[in-house]
Structures are given as C-alpha cells and as structure tokens.
C-alpha cells in the first residue's frame, strides 16, 4: 500500500517496521542487561533506539500529519515527534559513553578520539534540543501568518526558499488539523517551526552516523591494539551469540569482531537512515516530491534493514567487547599485584 500521509510517510510496511524494530531493540536491550549482565550504557542505547522507534511508528501510523505544505498539522504528531528524537539521541550519547567507559586502554592513542566523540556529542545535544524546541514552537504560539523572508536574518531562509518554492513562510505554531482530516483543505505555507525541525533532522543524521563511525574506529584500534594478547593464534576463544557461544579460533573471533564492528556505521550509511537524505536530496535536485519518491521506493523499510542491521551488529560488539575489556582489567590488576 501506497502512503496518504501529508509530509510524513505512512505505507503500512513502513510503520510495521517501525513497530518491528521497537520490539526487536526492546528485546535486545533485556538481553543485555538482564541475561548476559552487560552495562547500562549497552542496554540503553538499545533501550533508547527502541524508544525512538516506537514513538516514530506513532507518527507515521495514528499521526501522519505534519506542516509539510501548509499551517495545518495535528498537534500529537509534534508531541511524538519529540519523544521520538529525544530518545534516539539518547541512545547515541550512551553509545558514547559506553566507549568512553569501556575503550580506556592505551590512554595515549584514546585521547585523541575523545574530541571528534565530544563534537559528536555536542552536534546530537544541539541537533535534537533544536528539534524539541522547533517542536514546541510549533504547538506553544499562536497560528501561523504568513511573513516576507527577506527581511530577517535568523535562520536560513534560501534554505526554506529552496524547500516551500516561496520567499514567504508561515511564522509562528501550527494550526491543529487531526490526522482523520488531512484531506481537508488548508491553505497557507509551511511554518518556520516546521522548517526548522526539517533542518535539525539532517543536522542529526550527521550525529547518528557520527556516534557509530566514531566508535567503531575507537573499537577497530582497541581490538588490534590487544591482539597479542586476547587474540594470540594457535588459542581458542569463545564468541557470545545472541543464543548461544561459539568456540572458535582467537583469530577468527577478531575478524568476525571487526567485520561486525565495521558493518554497524556502514549500514547507517549505505542503507540506513543516511538513505533518507540522498533520496530527499535527488528529489529536491530534480524537482520530485520528496515524501511521493520516499513512498514509492520503500525507502521506510530498506533503511530499518539498515537500522536492524546496524543494532545486530552492535549487539554483539557492546556483549562481547564489554567482556573482553573485563578481562584486561583483571590481567591489569593481577599484573600491578605481582608488581
């Protein structure tokens, strides 16, 4: 089925797989912390994600009503919008700081991470207060009226320009429209409100993808930095399944390490969420409707195969990594004693 949402996609497999990856994270996030007793960080960035999903099948289920072309929008839609972002940029903020509690070894090579981790962490605070305080603007002041752009300078209006095809936006909330009466005729432009939220949106996608880029480095050179001594060749190592261990050589575990840690930001990138912004970006280029082209292409469901697929992997490299670094803490502190 086709998408009848305004401004937001809501083809049945989209937000079915909204709700799938809801229940998929949410169980990841159990797992973690409750059966193989890995930390918190682990479990909330699982926990986080799942979240953001669930509040995201929201608005593209029961709420697909957004701003998009006029001043009407239902009102829930902001609301769920808000939880959703927060959430998700929760999750990569835990992700973090579950590399920055886990990752410490080597505190020469670990400094230097640490600051494109910190702008990431800035970049996702700013990009998701934004869309929570966009959000509240749209619902906090009064209706919209219809404003010249050329006369302000706070924010990018060439930008709005570019995405209503007018040099006059709507300034100020969001006339509530419940989804049931999208249909209904509103005329006007999109609200700055909405624009804004738009913008921050793109803005945290660079976070998003930043967070699991910068990690996976931070992971790629602990797991080398250590070779010698967890992934020594001719010794036997235990993987952590989801299921069940895997007893498997010392060198095979490290690849498959890698391989996993690795495949985790290039799903975002290639598949997942970063899809949204070159389908957007070629629809603008070439004057398409970006939510028609959105729909058409299923690019709901390619880009949460990418999400899962991202999540998977980074299940079992928070699972098995967290445990490994354990064990270097206890070679550590047996080393220091004999000292």
């Given at each position: 089925?086709?998408?009848?949402?305004?401004?937001?996609?809501?083809?049945?497999?989209?937000?079915?797989?909204?709700?799938?990856?809801?229940?998929?994270?949410?169980?990841?996030?159990?797992?973690?912390?409750?059966?193989?007793?890995?930390?918190?960080?682990?479990?909330?960035?699982?926990?986080?994600?799942?979240?953001?999903?669930?509040?995201?099948?929201?608005?593209?289920?029961?709420?697909?009503?957004r701003?998009?072309?006029?001043?009407?929008?239902?009102?829930?839609?902001?609301?769920?919008?808000?939880?959703?972002?927060t959430?998700?940029?929760?999750?990569?903020?835990?992700?973090?700081k579950?590399?920055?509690?886990?990752?410490?070894?080597n505190?020469g090579?670990?400094?230097?991470t640490?600051?494109?981790?910190a702008?990431?962490?800035?970049?996702?605070?700013?990009?998701?207060?934004?869309?929570?305080?966009?959000?509240?603007?749209c619902?906090?002041?009064?209706?919209?009226?219809?404003?010249?752009?050329?006369?302000?300078?706070?924010?990018?209006y060439?930008?709005?320009?570019?995405?209503?095809?007018t040099?006059?936006?709507?300034q100020?909330?969001?006339?509530?429209?419940?989804?049931?009466?999208?249909?209904?005729?509103?005329?006007?432009?999109?609200?700055?409100?909405?624009a804004?939220?738009?913008?921050?949106?793109?803005?945290?996608?660079?976070?998003?993808?930043?967070?699991?880029?910068?990690?996976?480095?931070?992971?790629?050179?602990?797991?080398?930095d250590?070779?010698?001594?967890v992934?020594?060749?001719?010794?036997?190592?235990?993987?952590?399944?989801?299921?069940?261990?895997?007893?498997?050589s010392?060198s095979?575990l490290?690849?498959?390490?890698?391989?996993?840690?690795?495949?985790?930001?290039?799903?975002?990138f290639?598949?997942g969420?970063?899809?949204?912004?070159?389908?957007?970006?070629?629809?603008?280029?070439?004057?398409m409707?970006?939510?028609k082209?959105?729909?058409?292409?299923?690019?709901?469901?390619?880009?949460?195969?990418?999400v899962?697929?991202?999540?998977?992997?980074?299940?079992?490299?928070?699972?098995?990594?967290?445990?490994?670094s354990?064990?270097?803490?206890?070679?550590?502190?047996?080393?220091?004693?004999?000292?």
């Amino acid at each position: 089925m086709g998408s009848d949402g305004r401004g937001v996609d809501n083809s049945v497999d989209g937000w079915a797989t909204d709700y799938l990856l809801f229940c998929a994270m949410f169980m990841f996030a159990c797992r973690l912390f409750f059966l193989k007793h890995c930390s918190a960080e682990s479990a909330l960035t699982q926990l986080f994600q799942s979240g953001g999903y669930l509040f995201g099948a929201l608005g593209h289920h029961v709420f697909p009503n957004r701003a998009f072309d006029s001043p009407c929008g239902d009102h829930y839609f902001y609301w769920v919008w808000i939880a959703a972002y927060t959430c998700q940029g929760l999750s990569c903020i835990c992700w973090l700081k579950w590399a920055d509690r886990f990752l410490h070894f080597n505190k020469g090579a670990w400094r230097w991470t640490r600051i494109p981790m910190a702008l990431c962490l800035g970049i996702a605070v700013v990009s998701v207060g934004t869309i929570d305080f966009g959000s509240a603007w749209c619902l906090s002041q009064p209706e919209a009226a219809l404003v010249d752009t050329s006369k302000y300078l706070f924010f990018s209006y060439d930008a709005v320009e570019q995405l209503t095809g007018t040099s006059a936006v709507e300034q100020g909330g969001v006339r509530h429209q419940p989804a049931s009466e999208r249909f209904d005729l509103c005329t006007g432009k999109q609200p700055l409100c909405d624009a804004v939220v738009q913008y921050a949106e793109a803005l945290f996608y660079l976070a998003w993808g930043s967070a699991w880029l910068l990690v996976a480095c931070r992971v790629g050179i602990f797991l080398h930095d250590h070779y010698e001594r967890v992934f020594a060749p001719g010794t036997a190592r235990a993987f952590e399944g989801m299921w069940m261990n895997f007893n498997v050589s010392a060198s095979t575990l490290y690849y498959v390490l890698q391989f996993l840690n690795f495949w985790a930001p290039f799903a975002l990138f290639a598949y997942g969420p970063y899809l949204i912004l070159y389908v957007v970006g070629f629809a603008m280029a070439v004057d398409m409707d970006p939510s028609k082209l959105y729909s058409d292409l299923h690019v709901g469901v390619v880009y949460h195969m990418g999400v899962i697929s991202c999540h998977i992997c980074t299940y079992y490299i928070s699972q098995n990594v967290e445990h490994i670094s354990e064990k270097l803490d206890v070679m550590e502190e047996a080393s220091k004693k004999k000292k």
